[in-house]
T-cell receptor
């Protein structure tokens, strides 16, 4: 399985500001995914990030609010823009398995609190 | 659309007792099914997966799950609970309808283990 790291691990931000979350993988992967886990809730897929193309967003999520970059096969960023307290969540990145595309491995998550 | 339903937001067991966490899926095509565990303040860790091979799947930490097509179920079991098993458990499904890379998660079940 891949080793995935995220920065920052947690942050407290003021409303109206933006935060960029980084996801780094120790090996090249085809697909990277960004999920949101709101307090006490399950995970919801925000978007799929492929290297060299625009991210694909799920219903209810838009690029202006959650711009994503995928500059290479080991790195991606998610920006949470113009934050409000409703954006307080854990944001997790995941990657498809190095050997096979049927399993996702998750990073440790970024715990975001918006005041 | 594919979905999973986890029965019981909380399950309490005594140490040494059987663990049974329930998951039922809805899918018009053969699904891939997963169980993930989330320990406090951590990301998700894959416990086990079913991808159309053996219906009884063994995972890490002594957990196993059985795919029962007739019951559309994929319940997670462990013969003897340990205190260290206390965590949040998520069932997830993917399949050709959503792209095998897209995971749809259940709402989670929190396992409480008492001494």
């Amino acid at each position: 399985s891949a080793v995935i790291s995220q920065k920052p691990s947690r942050d407290i931000c003021q409303r109206g500001t933006s935060l960029t979350i980084q996801c780094q993988v120790d090996s090249q992967v085809t697909m990277m995914f960004w999920y949101r886990q709101q307090p006490g809730q399950s995970l919801t897929l925000i978007a799929t990030a492929n290297q060299g193309s625009e991210a694909t967003y799920e219903s209810g999520f838009v690029i202006d609010k959650f711009p994503i970059s995928r500059p290479n096969l080991t790195f991606s960023t998610l920006t949470v823009s113009n934050m409000s307290p409703e954006d307080s969540s854990i944001y997790l990145c995941s990657v498809d398995a190095v050997h096979g595309a049927d399993t996702q491995y998750f990073g440790p998550g970024t715990r975001l609190t918006v005041l | 659309a594919q979905s999973v339903t986890q029965l019981g937001s909380h399950v309490s067991v005594s140490e040494g007792a059987l663990v049974l966490l329930r998951c039922n899926y809805s899918s018009s095509v053969p699904p891939y099914l997963f169980w993930y565990v989330q320990y406090p303040n951590q990301g998700l860790q894959l416990l086990l997966k079913y991808t159309s091979a053996a219906t009884l799947v063994k995972g890490i930490n002594g957990f196993e799950a059985e795919f029962k097509k007739s019951e559309t179920s994929f319940h997670l079991t462990k013969p003897s609970a340990h205190m260290s098993d206390a965590a949040e458990y998520f069932c997830a499904v993917s399949g050709v309808n959503t792209g095998f890379q897209k995971l749809v998660f259940g709402t989670g079940t929190r396992l409480l283990v008492s001494p």
